[in-house]
């Protein structure tokens, strides 16, 4: 609940410290979370553990995690906003990340957060190698290009929602 109280405190400072159930659900309509850690990059020992098409590889770009199972926030709408701020600043081709159906898979906390709250989220990350292992290795690029698109997210964001919106 603490996403949601943050929300509804921030938006009854916005209107003089009066609660407003109206400003709220505005304000929860109008949110975006950026559920962001690693992701799992192709590993070449264990290639058949990833989709074929939905492979990530280090140093190529941020990458999308997806789920049937909804252990991942990432929806159509929410990959959307994400590639198209992406796009804004000429950044690589997001890529994406999908898990075999017959493999398991770890959650976040974004699916947790979005049905509590009702607020669009996505998970997303850096891809990496040897995840939770004391070896663990991402691409120095993949950094520049997550510090890139966050950017991008805060600058593009509402342009780019308003154009989904209509």
Avoid: W
Avoid at 106 to 113: D, E, H, M, W
């Amino acid at each position: 609940p603490i996403m949601g109280d943050a929300v509804e405190r921030i938006s009854a400072a916005l209107n003089a410290g009066e609660s407003n159930p109206d400003l709220y659900s505005a304000a929860i309509h109008k949110s975006f979370v950026l559920s962001v850690d690693q992701a799992h990059a192709i590993h070449p020992n264990y290639a058949s553990k990833h989709e074929k098409g939905h492979a990530p590889k280090m140093n190529d770009g941020m990458v999308i995690k997806r789920n049937s199972n909804q252990r991942y926030a990432t929806n159509s709408i929410t990959g959307l906003i994400i590639r198209e701020c992406a796009k804004k600043v000429k950044l690589p081709p997001v890529q994406e990340f999908v898990v075999r159906n017959d493999c398991g898979c770890g959650s976040t906390i974004g699916p947790v957060i979005s049905a509590a709250t009702g607020m669009r989220a996505i998970d997303m990350g850096c891809p990496s190698l040897s995840m939770h292992s004391i070896r663990e290795t991402m691409g120095v690029s993949d950094l520049t290009h997550g510090l890139t698109l966050f950017k991008a997210f805060f600058e593009h964001f509402r342009d780019v929602d308003s154009s989904i919106q209509g």
